[in-house]
């Protein structure tokens, strides 16, 4: 019977009301779910932030590590034979919180570096005691394949941050971090270290900057105001390559035109990260 035949003025629905009429009609996919849930947002039972974070949590159900994570050029490592200076100096430079170890003569990584674990040797300027391989933590390694949930699940069972992602071979081919998970459900969490992956520049102050040494000739001219040629080469670190006689190891630097390029990581095989300096084009020197 109606309201009207038993006498009982309606109501209006509650929000509850409104969310058991709309699951009334059980979904049996997660298409038929999501076009639900998009429906409750249209009638501002759920608002759209809420959708969001729900479309990204089913989302990351369906994603695989290898399609969220660093890849291994991009990523910045730390070394076993580095000295307790040029530890720091990385870490001051790229402020990152982690960094994978490589062994001394190779590219197998043996740990994570955490860089708190760096302040009790702050204060030790010669580093006489300081061996990275004591104070590295265990790393956590992941095939490429892992599905997202199963190592979002994984990362709060162990309280790890991040996992070094290893191919079919067995190979290390990237890394992943907790915060690259979470950002597949919440959006892009910044801070105010991170590096706009579309511009491949950080600014450190007016003279100084760090760039990736995969950025195009194009996007660094712009970035710098500057007309280097990419006629032979694509990318910055191709046209440093060009100026030394060998694959230039970590704080090797060369001058070329208006810049000093910096080495601050890379391997036997190429540069994957320089310190660009503005030079004062009267002294040729730095202009800080």
Request: net charge negative.
């Amino acid at each position: 019977m109606s309201d009207e035949q038993t006498g009982h003025e309606s109501r209006p629905r509650s929000w509850i009301d409104r969310i058991a009429q709309i699951f009334s009609d059980e979904p049996t996919d997660t298409g038929s779910l999501l076009e639900i849930l998009r429906n409750a947002a249209q009638d501002n039972v759920l608002d759209a932030d809420a959708l969001s974070i729900i479309e990204g949590a089913l989302q990351v159900s369906n994603m695989q590590v290898r399609e969220i994570m660093i890849p291994r050029p991009q990523v910045v490592t730390v070394s076993a034979r580095n000295t307790l200076e040029e530890v720091l100096d990385i870490v001051v430079t790229v402020s990152h919180s982690r960094f994978p170890v490589v062994a001394e003569n190779s590219d197998s990584v043996i740990g994570i570096l955490l860089a708190k674990d760096l302040l009790p040797f702050a204060l030790d300027k010669n580093g006489s005691n300081f061996d990275v391989k004591a104070i590295v933590r265990p790393a956590t390694f992941v095939p490429e394949s892992k599905r997202l949930n199963v190592l979002l699940r994984e990362f709060r069972e162990t309280r790890h941050h991040m996992a070094i992602v290893i191919d079919e071979y067995g190979s290390a081919c990237g890394v992943v971090t907790i915060e690259d998970v979470l950002e597949q459900i919440v959006g892009e969490i910044d801070d105010e270290y991170d590096v706009d992956d579309e511009s491949y520049v950080k600014k450190i102050d007016a003279q100084q900057f760090i760039v990736k040494a995969l950025t195009p000739i194009s996007e660094f001219n712009e970035s710098f105001d500057h007309d280097f040629s990419d006629a032979d080469v694509d990318t910055i670190g191709g046209l440093v390559l060009q100026h030394f006689s060998h694959i230039p190891e970590r704080d090797e630097s060369v001058v070329i035109g208006a810049f000093r390029f910096t080495i601050l990581n890379g391997d036997s095989r190429q540069i994957r990260l320089l310190k660009v300096t503005r030079m004062d084009e009267e002294t040729g020197e730095s202009s800080k």
